[in-house]
């Protein structure tokens, strides 16, 4: 079973374009171009003209969104430019079953200050669909992310982070967390250290499953009317100032409104949701 990219690279050598993001950006049709092009002022998107731009590096199998950033000029050599989205920032799993590919996981990231993913949540894989430019590779598992339903990358492999998580969401644990240490020792933690060779400042030591009887519990019709996510937003939202009465769809950008207007929040450096973990109180 292929869990990484590098091993997907050796192992589908006539697919690794699938790791072009410039490529796919390109076969997405959104307008984009390497180190020495420039972007336009302004495209038309949709419904309607965005003028905000994203740079990152067109090959990156380490991943974590390392050298993602706000589009200046000039480009860095073996980076591009393409459209800034935003909304919900998905990540997929498609398996080719009896003919077709199918949606087997569908999760949601819930980011946290400082523009990092707090926490992964489940949702439903209905009427999810494949690109039609990734279905005709070799391999029999493809996972995407996409931000507001746009494509941003590709991978010849399933999600490795729910590998034998069959229900349940994943909290993420950094390393900076001041709760690491219990994080470690609590029944639940699933150790997945990640640094990307030593390039993340600061590097993911591995998840907190959510217990099966809070997954079931996810339901808003259920106990006070929050859901895990919901609660880890108000959580997260306490911490920048703002707290919402009851449940309202928070958006899962870190600010709605600076999404809205292209622009981001300054957030305070050091502040972490204090989500609670499993097996704590409420």
Request: hydrophobic residues 35%.
């Amino acid at each position: 079973m292929i869990r990484t990219d590098a091993e997907a690279w050796q192992a589908y050598p006539d697919d690794r374009w699938v790791y072009d993001r410039l490529e796919l950006a390109t076969l997405s049709g959104y307008p984009c171009g390497p180190a020495g092009t420039e972007p336009p002022a302004k495209f038309q998107w949709r419904n309607g003209w965005q003028t905000d731009w994203w740079m990152k590096p067109i090959l990156n199998l380490d991943g974590m969104g390392l050298g993602s950033r706000p589009y200046q000029f000039p480009v860095p050599p073996g980076h591009f430019w393409m459209p800034r989205f935003y909304g919900e920032h998905l990540s997929l799993d498609f398996e080719f079953t009896g003919g077709a590919w199918m949606c087997v996981l569908a999760v949601r990231a819930v980011y946290g200050p400082a523009w990092r993913v707090a926490m992964w949540e489940r949702v439903s894989t209905e009427g999810r669909v494949l690109p039609r430019a990734l279905q005709v590779v070799d391999a029999s598992v493809v996972n995407i992310e996409t931000i507001g339903g746009n494509l941003i990358e590709a991978h010849l492999r399933g999600n490795p982070d729910f590998a034998g998580v069959e229900k349940g969401d994943l909290i993420v644990v950094w390393a900076d967390d001041p709760r690491v240490v219990d994080a470690t020792r609590n029944p639940y933690f699933i150790p997945a250290p990640e640094d990307c060779d030593g390039q993340l400042k600061v590097p993911r030591v591995g998840f907190l499953r959510m217990p099966l009887q809070r997954a079931a519990e996810e339901d808003i019709t259920k106990t006070d009317g929050w859901s895990t996510r919901q609660t880890l937003d108000r959580m997260v939202a306490a911490s920048v100032g703002h707290v919402p009465s009851r449940p309202d769809k928070m958006s899962h950008c870190p600010d709605k409104e600076a999404a809205k207007h292209g622009s981001e929040k300054e957030i305070p450096s050091g502040t972490r949701p204090n989500y609670p973990w499993p097996g704590e109180p409420e």
